[in-house]
């Protein structure tokens, strides 16, 4: 069925080096997507977005990648530091789909100190 | 600006019991919406407002759920009578015109 997932759930890197976090969508009809990181204890909080007319988008350290063609999104996060380590969600919405946004399984990221 | 305001933070009732969680959104924000997260589901939306006007309920989980905005700037989700399966997080987000979402801290519900 139509949905938004995520590759691997846990992600660990060393601190200082570059994360990349994956996430698949299977509707092509999606065309607004945004990256969430949720800390322990706390809500989803913004990160980046990107529009289906997009192929790359670069915010803070961070860079949100989508390959329509494979219907691929990622999120680069440079020289990764311990207050990185949270779950990252993807998050997709379509035209036809109202103002609801459909949310991928998330990724624990873990920045080894 | 404060950001998306939810109360209480924790919440801990027993079976049976009736549950009221409330939500102050970000003021000019014309949308509102209420999730649950659980480890087993993740994040579930389960209703959505827009300019105070409930659109799409569809995930409200059954008549036990009922969620309310009587102004653009408070929401309530009650649950009635709460069971021990309702246990989870709740979130409220809002968001002005544009499609980007902005969640509070969310309560933490626990049904014994």
């Known amino acids: 069925g139509e949905s938004v997932g995520l590759h691997l759930p846990t992600l660990s890197v060393q601190e200082g080096d570059n994360s990349i976090i994956n996430c698949a969508y299977s509707?092509?009809?999606?065309?607004?997507f945004i990256w969430y990181k949720q800390e322990s204890g706390k809500g989803p909080q913004f990160i980046i977005d990107?529009?289906?007319?997009?192929d790359k988008r670069q915010g803070q350290r961070v860079t949100v990648l989508l390959n329509k063609t494979v219907k691929h999104l990622s999120l680069q996060i440079a020289a990764t530091q311990p207050g990185d380590s949270a779950v990252y969600f993807c998050a997709e919405t379509r035209r036809n789909a109202g103002n609801m946004l459909t949310f991928g399984g998330g990724t624990r990221l873990m920045v080894k100190p | 600006d404060a950001g998306v305001i939810q109360s209480p933070r924790h919440e801990v009732t027993e079976m049976g019991q009736e549950v009221t969680l409330r939500c102050k959104p970000i003021?000019?924000?014309?949308?509102l919406f209420w999730y649950r997260q659980t480890m087993m589901r993740g994040l579930e939306l389960l209703i959505y407002f827009n300019n105070n006007v409930p659109i799409d309920d569809s995930g409200m989980p059954e008549d036990r759920f009922s969620a309310k905005m009587p102004n653009a700037s408070f929401s309530t989700l009650k649950i009635q009578p709460s069971e021990p399966r309702d246990s989870a997080v709740y979130f409220c987000a809002s968001r002005p015109v544009r499609d980007t979402q902005y969640f509070g801290p969310g309560t933490r519900l626990t049904v014994l």
């Open positions: 003021s000019g924000h014309d949308y």
């Open positions: 509707n092509s009809a999606s065309d607004y």
């Open positions: 990107i529009r289906s007319n997009m």
